[in-house]
C-alpha cells in the first residue's frame, strides 16, 4: 500500500494566522483526501483533491477557508487560513491505492493547536 | 454526509474475550466496508474491509460480519488483548461507483483490561 509522510506533525499557530500542511506519497494517486478529526472526535471529510482540477469541497467547508494544492500526483497541501482556537484539531491526508486488497492509507496527521 | 452509525461508544473487555463492534449505514450504494484502529497520536490504520457480496470476512482475530439485508456490519475481535486498546472505527464508501472519499462512523473506544 502507499505510504505518506505529512508535515508538519504538531504546530502551535497564532489565531488570526495560517498553516500550511504538506502531504506526500511514494507513489502516484489519482485521488488525495483531506479530513479533520477534532479532540476525542471522528473524522470528517474537508475536501477531495485530484490532480488538474479544483478540489472539491463537503458541507461546511469553503475553499477560502481550506485552499487546497494538488500540483501533481503524489503531493497536496491543505492551508488553514486565518485560524481561530476552533480550528484546533487534527488534520490528515488520505489516499486510495485503488488497489483492489488495499485500502484507503492515512498520514499519521498534523495536530494543531491554535492560542 | 452520508451516516454511518456506530455502536458502542466505548467498550471495556476482559483479556481474552470477545469485544464486539456494530455499524449501521443508510446508502445502499456503498460497495467498501473498512474498519480502521488508530491509537493515540497516529493516523488511523486499516485493519480488514469487506464487500457487500460476501457476509463474513476473517483475518486471523479479527472478523467482519456483514447483513446487507439489514445494512449492517460488525467488528468482532477475538481473545482480546491490551495491545488492543485502542479507538476503532468502521467506514464505507462508494469505492467502485463514484464518490470513494469514505464515511466514518464516530468512533469506539476499546480498553481490554489484563
Known amino acids: 500500500s502507499a505510504v505518506i509522510s505529512q508535515k508538519p506533525s504538531r504546530d502551535i499557530c497564532q489565531r488570526g494566522t495560517s498553516l500550511t500542511i504538506q502531504c506526500q506519497v511514494d507513489?502516484?494517486?489519482?485521488?488525495m483526501f483531506w479530513y479533520r478529526q477534532q479532540p476525542g472526535q471522528s473524522l470528517t471529510l474537508i475536501a477531495t483533491a485530484n490532480q488538474g482540477s479544483e478540489a472539491t469541497y463537503e458541507s461546511g467547508f469553503v475553499i477560502d477557508k481550506f485552499p487546497i494544492s494538488r500540483p501533481n500526483l503524489t503531493f497536496s497541501t491543505l492551508t488553514v487560513s486565518n485560524m481561530s482556537p476552533e480550528d484546533s484539531s487534527i488534520y490528515l491526508c488520505?489516499?486510495?491505492?485503488?488497489?483492489?486488497?488495499?485500502?484507503?492509507?492515512f498520514g499519521s496527521g498534523t495536530r494543531l493547536t491554535v492560542v | 454526509q452520508q451516516q454511518v452509525k456506530q455502536s458502542p461508544q466505548s467498550l471495556i473487555v476482559q483479556k481474552g474475550g470477545i469485544s464486539i463492534i456494530n455499524c449501521a449505514y443508510e446508502?445502499?450504494?456503498?460497495?467498501?466496508f473498512p474498519w480502521y484502529q488508530q491509537f493515540p497520536g497516529k493516523g488511523p490504520a486499516l485493519l480488514i474491509a469487506?464487500?457487500?457480496?460476501?457476509s463474513e470476512k476473517k483475518e486471523g482475530r479479527f472478523t467482519i460480519s456483514f447483513n446487507k439485508s439489514a445494512k449492517q456490519f460488525s467488528l468482532h475481535i477475538m481473545d482480546s488483548q491490551p495491545g488492543d486498546s485502542a479507538t476503532y472505527f468502521c467506514a464505507a464508501s462508494r469505492r467502485d461507483t463514484g464518490r470513494r472519499a469514505l464515511t466514518f462512523g464516530s468512533g469506539t473506544r476499546l480498553q481490554v483490561q489484563p
Open positions: 446508502n445502499t450504494a456503498f460497495d467498501y
Open positions: 507513489s502516484q494517486v489519482t485521488m
Open positions: 488520505s489516499v486510495d491505492s485503488a488497489v483492489a486488497n488495499y485500502g484507503y492509507t
Open positions: 469487506i464487500r457487500p457480496d460476501v
